[in-house]
């Protein structure tokens, strides 16, 4: 029988007192620091979801009420509040996360379920900061990519001893990446809301387990597997991308990225499975999948082998060269 969200779990006040100083602490650091630990943020959502599963709906949502209150009485006092309420806009996932748990909703399902939750909190942020501050957040977005690309010609052009025709290439790139950048940005802004909602649930589920495995319906991350009509996605944006003319093919272009981040994660699964079955060493695991993030082309091959698992199906060709072996 699943378990109602609005139950609630038995703990000490010791822990809901550390989860509240936690708690303020993230939702306030990133605000405060914005270009040093202003990443801090993506990963508001995991405490959140971890609090709220460990503590049960009603003390977890007191203690993130009284957490973003003590955060809101520093902000306000460093000036850092307006900062702030982006901190507050990656809560709702973490919420998301433990509704799943706690209904006993499948990871997948209540991954996507926390991407839309998160992509409407950044929109709802975005249009505040719009009103607030007269500008245009994606426009700003687009500002700083260019801004970026030419600082860092004008970086190689004044301190790298190049070859004209070198560095006549690598202007000539970098124009490309500006005209290309903002074709491919609303693709770019999906991925990122599909992999901040990944990483904390992914996190999520392994601190859990780690912490009482009962705490958690989900499996291992290892066996996580996406819906198989998931592909036709695929196949749609390969057609609109190779078949309908430029500039239109440029959707067909968002959706290859945005599934390619979707099967990377499947891939990842896959990658982990197998480690696991053969066993290898937690360090080598380690600098195998520091590679992995590092290369562009790990990322593309365990993409490809995500898409490939549709059909192969890695993990359970696994599970019957163990059952064949448990026989012999």
Same mark, same amino acid.
């Given at each position: 029988?699943?378990?109602?969200?609005?139950?609630?779990?038995? #703990?000490?006040?010791?822990?809901?007192?550390?989860?509240?100083?936690?708690?303020?602490?993230?939702?306030?650091?990133?605000?405060?620091?914005?270009?040093?630990?202003?990443?801090?943020?993506?990963?508001?959502?995991?405490?959140?979801?971890?609090?709220? #599963?460990?503590?049960?709906?009603?003390?977890?949502?007191?203690?993130?009420?009284?957490?973003?209150?003590?955060?809101?009485?520093?902000?306000?006092?460093?000036?850092?509040?307006? +900062?702030?309420?982006?901190?507050?806009?990656?809560?709702?996932?973490?919420?998301?996360?433990?509704?799943?748990?706690?209904?006993?909703?499948?990871?997948?399902?209540?991954?996507?379920?926390?991407?839309?939750?998160?992509?409407?909190?950044?929109?709802?942020?975005?249009?505040?900061?719009?009103?607030?501050?007269?500008?245009?957040?994606?426009?700003?977005?687009?500002?700083?990519?260019?801004?970026?690309?030419?600082?860092?010609?004008?970086?190689?052009?004044?301190?790298?001893?190049?070859? &004209?025709?070198?560095?006549?290439?690598?202007?000539?790139?970098?124009?490309?990446?500006?005209?290309?950048? &903002?074709?491919?940005?609303?693709?770019?802004?999906?991925?990122? *809301?599909?992999? #901040?909602?990944?990483?904390?649930?992914?996190?999520?589920?392994?601190?859990?387990?780690? +912490?009482?495995?009962?705490?958690?319906?989900?499996?291992?991350?290892?066996?996580?597997?996406? &819906?198989?009509?998931? !592909?036709?996605?695929?196949?749609?944006?390969?057609?609109?991308?190779?078949?309908?003319?430029?500039?239109?093919? *440029?959707?067909?272009?968002?959706?290859?990225?945005?599934?390619? #981040?979707?099967?990377?994660?499947?891939?990842?699964?896959?990658?982990?499975?197998?480690?696991?079955?053969?066993? !290898?060493?937690?360090?080598?695991?380690?600098?195998?999948?520091?590679?992995?993030?590092?290369?562009?082309?790990?990322?593309?091959?365990?993409?490809?082998?995500?898409?490939?698992? !549709?059909?192969?199906?890695?993990? +359970?060709?696994?599970? !019957?060269?163990?059952?064949?072996?448990?026989?012999?």
């Amino acid at each position: 029988m699943a378990a109602p969200f609005f139950k609630g779990r038995h #703990t000490g006040s010791e822990a809901e007192i550390t989860g509240l100083f936690i708690l303020a602490a993230i939702f306030l650091l990133p605000a405060i620091f914005p270009e040093k630990i202003g990443w801090l943020a993506t990963l508001i959502p995991l405490p959140v979801f971890y609090y709220l #599963t460990r503590l049960g709906n009603k003390k977890g949502l007191i203690l993130i009420r009284n957490a973003a209150f003590l955060a809101a009485g520093g902000a306000l006092l460093l000036g850092s509040l307006p +900062k702030l309420f982006f901190s507050l806009s990656m809560v709702p996932p973490g919420i998301v996360f433990s509704y799943g748990v706690f209904n006993r909703k499948s990871p997948v399902s209540t991954g996507f379920a926390g991407s839309i939750v998160l992509a409407f909190c950044w929109l709802l942020y975005w249009v505040s900061f719009a009103m607030f501050y007269q500008s245009n957040p994606y426009e700003t977005i687009l500002v700083e990519i260019d801004r970026g690309l030419s600082n860092g010609l004008m970086l190689y052009e004044e301190s790298a001893e190049l070859a &004209p025709d070198t560095l006549e290439s690598l202007r000539q790139t970098v124009k490309l990446l500006q005209d290309f950048f &903002p074709k491919i940005l609303p693709a770019l802004i999906v991925s990122a *809301i599909l992999s #901040t909602t990944w990483l904390n649930l992914a996190l999520g589920n392994w601190l859990l387990k780690k +912490k009482n495995r009962e705490q958690t319906p989900w499996p291992e991350y290892n066996e996580w597997k996406l &819906p198989d009509p998931l !592909v036709w996605l695929v196949v749609l944006s390969g057609i609109f991308f190779l078949l309908l003319p430029r500039p239109l093919n *440029i959707f067909g272009l968002n959706g290859l990225i945005i599934c390619t #981040t979707l099967y990377f994660f499947q891939g990842l699964a896959i990658a982990a499975s197998l480690l696991n079955r053969w066993s !290898v060493p937690s360090l080598i695991r380690v600098l195998i999948y520091a590679l992995i993030f590092i290369q562009t082309y790990g990322i593309i091959i365990l993409s490809f082998l995500g898409l490939v698992d !549709v059909w192969a199906d890695f993990r +359970k060709l696994d599970h !019957v060269s163990d059952s064949q072996n448990s026989s012999l």
